[in-house]
């Protein structure tokens, strides 16, 4: 293992690479000369969409069989009822884009026999907008094998040709060279003459149980041969002996295409600068809906077909007084027993006045826990309290709670916020929490000075393993408000007050000159700044999109040494931070920084802001942003001083790609590269790699110290079906 260490981070991640990218690439040689002519269709007619409208008619047709409460796991389906049952639904919808992604859409009509269905619209809506031509089928997953770029993902072969309306056609089957969820299977078919797709036929398996069956039918001249006509979509869920089967028809009508026009587009960019509000925004207009079958009975384009129809008359009885009084002992028992599975198994929302609103998470879920080696087993879960006014004042309040079995420690905070000025980003905050017990500043001087007699690092860890932490509580509130003066510079003011108590106090704590109880008053400073940042209002806040910049902060807190509070130091903390997106849905994170103590002149603790030990559970992206999975927690709280620097890549096919049984279920993997200096670690270089499925994250870690000295690490944790 130690030479396998050895090998620098840089050589691995460059054979992997060479590896996928030549398995990929085998076999395109002999593309057939028809998917030349796809490949270049639109940039060789110039076409490209500056505006159009569309009236779209969309119907739904689903089969539901729930048989257990595990279908509460998943967020995408809503809630939904005991049983095997059948609903029908249809909606009318406006819809109007403005080049580079300004969207209208308003909701002309909609009736529908599923009782819960705000969910079920938005999965409806987000599997119809596809966009064949661009890199991605759909926003933001989907390789489109209809892109030039997206030719090396798979494989083309010419099956049959036919005569259809005096036009010649051929038929091009799909297959992806790698089986993974970002890649579809299925047919196009071409127009022979000018490489327009016709018809575009496609399935994936998305989250190993989302299958779905898209067939589009596209426009036929011009720009609207972008548009799609036509679409049918079918999409079938199982998990865990429940099943969802969906069936989508939707018929576009489109009008007023215009196309681009690209000095309007540079003007407007020119005109907004950084402010991307008019150019990337969705309005969604809801009011005046009719809700109902009637509007559909004088203007549906797609008659019913005899079971559809006799699914409203089924759903039409159920609505009767008298139905309602013949069945009410069953409706409340069934009533009591999805209560009860509610309450336990799903999140809630208490609704006050306009926009207030209590979020109350599950009781049980499996997504909040979290098992590794190092932290053992630890579960976290939040409460949200949210009030906001129609000026853009928000009142907002979280409860954090969580526990570590292997530390057998508690831990809360309760962030409060008050924005009074939404147009900067202007609030008033207020937390109170305690934090990971800690040790002073006297013994890590202490063990500071045993660690320097030694450089291997079992004998460092033996030291720490060898000494007796007396450790203290850590109680901490923090009062303080933060302003943007302009987006992307964010200026944060705090008072900082720690009350730290011994753990164990007893007369031999007292008799060795321990303090019982140490409190410490800080003033901090904090500013962050991502030059040309690029963003869009809303709800009157600025939201940021992207820069092609870092974003950097600095941060200084000044401890007081009064006649109450005992700790006088000052702490410096410096960093960098980048993600740089990636083609084909992959992504870098760089993350560098530093800190260190000065005015060192009483007893204090060694406590950083970017640099602590976590305990809890941490999500996919914190994973990403640095952590260190194999680092004992006594190292972040011994060393004056220390400087990082954090490389991760993500995509979603890397390592096990070629791996069909495998490849099915894993959505994301990544590889990390973290190195650290401290005082006695100089450096620690960490490694690791992990995978996303749609049910759980696992990764493994190796980490050395002082270049000899390998630890191996690894951690599970549930994540049920969240992206």
């Known amino acids: 293992m130690l030479l396998a260490a050895k090998i620098p981070f840089r050589v691995l991640l460059v054979i992997a690479s060479w590896l996928f990218i030549t398995t990929i690439r085998a076999g395109n040689q002999n593309l057939p000369p028809l998917i030349q002519k796809v490949f270049s269709y639109t940039e060789r007619n110039q076409l490209k969409i500056g505006y159009f409208e569309s009236d779209i008619y969309l119907k739904f047709h689903m089969e539901n069989v729930r048989r257990n409460m595990a279908m509460h796991f998943i967020p995408f389906v809503g809630k939904q009822e005991r049983g095997q049952r059948s609903y029908i639904g249809e909606s009318a919808l406006r819809f109007s884009y403005t080049a580079p992604g300004i969207v209208d859409q308003k909701e002309i009509a909609f009736t529908s026999t599923m009782p819960y269905l705000k969910n079920m619209r938005d999965l409806f809506l987000t599997n119809l907008n596809i966009s064949i031509y661009e890199p991605t089928l759909l926003r933001d997953r989907i390789l489109s094998p209809i892109h030039r770029k997206n030719q090396y993902y798979y494989d083309y072969l010419e099956e049959f040709t036919f005569d259809q309306d005096g036009e010649s056609f051929c038929r091009l089957s799909i297959r992806p060279k790698v089986h993974n969820m970002q890649l579809v299977k299925g047919y196009m078919d071409i127009a022979v003459a000018t490489g327009r797709v016709a018809t575009l036929y496609c399935e994936y398996t998305y989250n190993a149980t989302q299958h779905f069956v898209i067939k589009a039918k596209m426009g036929e001249d011009g720009l609207a041969s972008l548009l799609p006509e036509k679409m049918e979509v079918s999409f079938n869920f199982k998990f865990l002996n429940n099943s969802s089967n969906i069936h989508i028809d939707a018929l576009f009508k489109h009008s007023n295409i215009r196309p681009y026009n690209k000095q309007e587009v540079e003007s407007l960019l020119a005109q907004s600068k950084h402010d991307l509000t008019s150019l990337y925004s969705l309005h969604t207009d809801t009011s005046s809906t009719l809700e109902g079958r009637p509007y559909f009975d004088l203007h549906r384009p797609i008659p019913l077909t005899t079971n559809e129809d006799s699914l409203y008359e089924a759903f039409q009885r159920t609505q009767s007084p008298t139905d309602t009084l013949l069945n009410g002992n069953t409706d409340e028992e069934e009533g009591i027993r999805l209560n009860v599975e509610d309450i336990l198994l799903s ?12 979020r109350i998470p599950p009781i049980i879920t499996p997504s909040m826990a979290e098992w590794s080696n190092r932290k053992g087993l630890s579960l976290r879960t939040k409460l949200q309290l949210r009030y906001e006014n129609n000026k853009g004042h928000q009142f907002l309040t979280d409860v954090h709670l969580g526990y570590n079995f292997k530390r057998k420690e508690f831990y809360w905070k309760t962030p409060i916020s008050y924005t009074f000025s939404p147009h900067h980003n202007g609030t008033i905050h207020f937390e109170v929490g305690n934090g990971n017990r800690i040790y002073n500043s006297a013994q890590a001087e202490d063990v500071r000075e045993q660690l320097s007699k030694d450089y291997r690092y079992d004998s460092l860890l033996n030291v720490f393993n060898g000494y007796s932490f007396n450790y203290y509580h850590d109680f901490y509130s923090k009062l303080g408000s933060s302003y943007d003066p302009l987006p992307g510079l964010r200026l944060k003011l705090e008072l900082v007050y720690h009350n730290r108590t011994l753990v164990e106090w007893n007369e031999e704590a007292e008799k060795n000159g321990l303090d019982h109880r140490i409190k410490s008053l800080a003033p901090r400073i904090y500013v962050e700044w991502t030059p040309s940042l690029y963003y869009r209002w809303q709800n009157n806040r600025p939201q940021p999109v992207f820069s092609h910049w870092p ?32 083609y084909a849905l992959r992504q870098i994170y760089l993350r560098a920084g530093g800190g260190f103590f000065t005015n060192r002149h009483s007893t204090y603790f060694v406590d950083y802001s970017n640099f602590s030990y976590n305990s809890l559970p941490s999500t996919w992206s914190d994973k990403m942003n640095g952590q260190f999975e194999s680092l004992d927690s006594r190292w972040y709280n011994e060393s004056e001083y220390y400087v990082r620097a954090c490389a991760s890549y993500e995509s979603p096919m890397l390592l096990f790609s070629n791996l069909r049984p495998l490849t099915q279920y894993i959505k994301k993997e990544r590889i990390y590269c973290n190195l650290l200096s401290v005082h006695a670690l100089n450096p620690y270089m960490e490694w690791g790699y992990s995978v996303a499925t749609h049910l759980f994250d696992v990764g493994i870690f190796a980490g050395l110290a002082n270049k000899k000295s390998l630890s191996i690490g690894w951690s599970f944790s549930l994540n049920l079906f969240n992206d």
């Open 551 to 582: 974003t950097l902060s600095a941060e200084y807190e000044r401890g007081l040494r009064t006649a109450s509070f005992s700790s006088s130091y000052d702490r410096w903390e410096f960093e960098a931070k980048y993600r740089m997106q990636l």
């Open 347 to 358: 999140s809630h929302y208490l609704h006050f006045g306009p926009k207030g609103r209590i």
